[in-house]
């Protein structure tokens, strides 16, 4: 099993990025797929989640009307789309793929927003 996050980097505030999340080793698209993230000193938070055929979604307060999530089972990524990007946005971003059974974690893509 293996989750593996890309699209990470440095971003001026009011920036965006586009992360993926490629998944091989199970069948993806019987997994809901979640991202979250983890600042340096703060508890892990979670961004967003989407079902397992894309058509709920789920976003922390501070994301909505910024952060979209999306997937597509054909190609087994989850993408997280983030819009105007703050400071307080700079985390470790992790996807994880969850049934009530299994729970798989990605290692992490480092998103910096900055000046």
């Known amino acids: 099993v293996q989750l593996v996050e890309s699209g990470g980097g440095l971003v001026q505030p009011g920036g965006s990025l586009r992360l993926s999340c490629a998944a091989s080793g199970f069948t993806f698209s019987s997994y809901h797929m979640k991202w979250y993230r983890q600042a340096p000193g703060k508890e892990r938070e979670l961004v967003a989640t989407?079902?397992?055929?894309?058509?709920?979604?789920y976003y922390g307060d501070s994301m909505k009307g910024r952060f979209t999530i999306s997937r597509d089972n054909a190609k087994n990524t989850v993408y997280l789309q983030m819009n105007s990007l703050k400071p307080e946005d700079t985390a470790v971003y992790t996807c994880?793929?969850?049934?009530?059974?299994?729970?798989?974690w990605g290692q992490g893509t480092q998103v910096t927003v900055s000046s």
């Open positions: 989407i079902t397992t055929n894309g058509g709920t979604t």
């Open positions: 994880n793929a969850r049934t009530l059974s299994y729970n798989y």
